[in-house]
């Protein structure tokens, strides 16, 4: 059953940006560590992108290849429920599905890249750069 819903992926140019955003009804994203994950065409499982802790901490934790280019981020307030991955500097191999999960924990683990502390997962929005 699909707790999480992703948008904002598209097509964009090499060097563009594209902002992601993860929503859900079920339950408060701040509560839990959360985070997005990515799965190429040619790829055969997914890579951990980025990860951050509940808002307790909010520390962000990103895979080598997003740091200094994507960012996310949470909103809680003003009856928002949000998690963003703000994305500049895309390049063809950013293409992919993009996830969204949820862990049941409020900490991002050191092998938060593996996946297997994540036990709610969206269907995905598909980013494609080209030009």
């Known amino acids: 059953q699909v707790q999480l819903a992703e948008s904002g992926g598209g097509s964009v140019q090499p060097g563009g940006s594209l902002t992601l955003s993860c929503t859900t009804t079920?339950?408060?994203?701040?509560?839990?560590?959360v985070g997005w994950f990515r799965q190429g065409p040619r790829e055969t499982k997914r890579e951990g992108v980025s990860?951050?802790?509940?808002?307790?901490?909010?520390?962000?934790?990103?895979a080598d290849s997003a740091k200094g280019r994507f960012t996310i981020s949470r909103d809680n307030g003003n009856g928002k429920n949000v998690l963003y991955l703000q994305m500049n500097r895309l390049a063809q191999e950013d293409s992919a599905m993009y996830f969204c999960?949820?862990?049941?924990?409020?900490?991002?683990?050191?092998?938060?890249?593996?996946?297997?502390?994540?036990?709610?997962w969206g269907q995905g929005t598909q980013v494609t750069v080209s030009s």
């Open positions: 999960a949820a862990t049941s924990g409020a900490y991002c683990s050191d092998s938060w890249r593996e996946g297997a502390i994540f036990t709610k």
């Open positions: 079920r339950f408060d994203l701040g509560d839990y560590a």
């Open positions: 990860c951050i802790d509940w808002r307790g901490s909010s520390d962000a934790h990103y």
